[in-house]
């Protein structure tokens, strides 16, 4: 906390702070009678009527109500804080400002921090002229055109060289009246052993400038292959670490337009995108930001987008950043980068087209975790899917608004291959609910116990394990049936139809794709019944069903069970009393799927009536069903 200004000192700047020359930095204005009238710079307006009155020291734009004195204007425009904004204005119209605490003290402090940001403003300064006007700078400069950074983003950001010498920013300084001891305090110098030298050598400077403008450390990056990489200034009086962020001081007029700030990891990543154009843009430094550092952004926006390196490194720290921004009751949005590419990259060879894309493509907080716990599944088998809901139903619980989940749903489905109508099914049990949590733990059990059931009984037994296995389960268990058991009946039933070919024509035929709650399992099943079709002509089965697999892409879920059907076509490993069994375990799952819908449903839709008369007819045909499944022929099921 700065401590408290004193009261002559706020007096004194409001007398020497003069309003009509600190507004005319920001709008032009015109002198009309006592006062002078311009266009507002805090809103949009086409005819003036923002009006500074110079003998009271106020402002008040008739358009939109903000109004106030000098310290005012200058917290407002430049985001400052008002002791901030008191200091700003003391520095410029030469009022040396006293401090209510400590006085004497402080007052010491004061000018010992002003010196050391002295040194470092004259350091940067130094540093600029060595890497444009000396030939030693060559090499620098052949690296920053390599990277495609062009001089004038350059100059915006500041960005210099040290020489690659042991005193060479030291000898100047001590020729303009620095110490040893400010220089050290400053983080310029190393002291050790007592040695003196310049901390950076040889490296290209960015640096460090905090959101009032002033040069606060140093960045420096080697252009050698020397360790570390990157070389930062060490904490000290006046650079704390986790307290700045790179580029706010440029982009903080861009991010105010915007609304929107876009961090990202590293320097030449700022500037890379501020030269494609978009200006809005600050670096976290490398590491996942802090606290203070969200706080600075939410001066000036409340719409914070992380366009972090696509590699686990950038990936936690979005992760671990987003997560601090959430609990700040912001909703952060990612941009997710194409693999292996930084931002720069993107900037420098895509130019502003390219990074427009990926920042048009920006996901939720929330999508992001959700497409990462799905890339991380396995939706390859039924228990990886399993597991991999069981993820994104646990983030799903976290999202801010019913909205923000809703959006994901689409991503949800396609990639555990439900409809969107079983993803809004399988969340409506989620774990987050209070009173819930015991019957999710259970259900997670009870899936488990499935998927292990399921994984074992792969290897080619021949009887008919499906009574047990994958019998109906509690309602909490939806998630097992959908992703796993529901998609392995609909499969064994397509095995099945394939080894009694006669019968199963007859029974797909009055099937519906809407019957198989897993796609994959759709698009064969409509493959399947046009084979049987053709078979009717050609008696071959099995050649129908090569030019079947040959039609579906290979490496495709589909394209695989394909494959099975033809292997398995001529074994006759299920008999027509599985086939049976299967057939109506199918069409009870989807009957169940209709009416657990249609119930939840119930209310919502305009048509009640109708919804109530169909919702009596899917539970008259699913006790239909259930019945003729406890009619069936223990025996029969034995091949
Ligand atoms: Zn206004």
Known sequence: MS???????????????????????????????????????????????????????????????????????????????????????????????????????????????????????????????????????????????????????????????????????????????????????????????????DRFRGRLMFPLIDHRGRVAGFGGRTLKDESPKYLNSPEGPVYRKGQLLYGLFQARRAVADADEVVVVEGYTDVLGLSQAGLSNVVASMGTALTEAQIGLMMRFTNNITFMFDADPAGTEAVLRSGELARRQGLRPLVAMLPRGKDPADVAVKGGAEAVRRVVQEKVSLLGFEVRKALDEGDASSPEGRVRAFEIVREIMSRATSPKERQEEM????????????????????????????????????KTGAAAGAGAGRGGGDSRAPFGGVYGRGPVGDMAGRLLGREAAVERELLVAAVCNPGRAAELLDAMTPEHFADPSNREVFEGLRQALVAMEHSRDLEAALVSLKDQARPDSEAGKLFVRLVLEADQARYSPGVLEELHLRTQEQFLDRSVTLLRGGLGEGADMVEDQRRLFHLEQLLQRVRLNLQNLDPEEGEA
């Not at 706020?10 to 009238?37: C, H, M, P």
């Not at 409809?419 to 059990?445: F, H, I, Q, W």
Request: with cysteine; hydrophobic share 35%.
């Open 3 to 197: 401590p408290l200004i004193k009261d002559s000192s706020l007096q004194a700047v409001l007398n020497a702070a003069e309003i009509v020359e600190v507004v005319s930095g920001y709008t032009s204005l015109r002198k009309r009678g006592a006062t002078y009238l311009g266009l507002c710079p805090f809103h949009k307006e086409k005819t003036p009527s923002f009006t500074v009155s110079s003998d009271k020291g106020l402002y008040y734009c008739f358009g939109c109500g903000e109004g106030g004195d000098v310290v005012r204007f200058v917290e407002r425009m430049e985001n400052l804080s008002f002791s901030e904004a008191v200091e700003q204005l003391g520095e410029r119209f030469g009022v040396t400002l006293e401090f209510e605490e400590g006085g004497k003290v402080d007052s010491g402090r004061r000018d010992r921090d002003a010196r050391l940001l002295l040194a470092l403003e004259k350091a940067a300064t130094f540093y600029q002229r060595f890497l444009w006007e000396t030939e030693s700078g060559g090499p620098a400069r052949e690296y920053l055109e390599a990277r495609g950074l062009r001089r004038e983003v350059c100059d915006t950001f500041r960005v210099g060289l040290a020489p690659d010498e042991w005193r060479g920013l030291h000898r100047r300084a001590v020729k303009e009246g620095f110490t040893d001891r400010e220089l050290d305090e400053a983080g310029l110098l190393v002291c050790q052993s007592g040695k003196t030298y």
């Open 410 to 445: 689409a991503v949800v489905a396609d990639r555990l291959r439900l409809s969107p109508d079983n993803v809004t099914l399988l969340l409506r049990g989620e774990p987050g609910r209070k009173g819930d949590a015991r019957v999710a733990g259970a259900a997670r059990d």
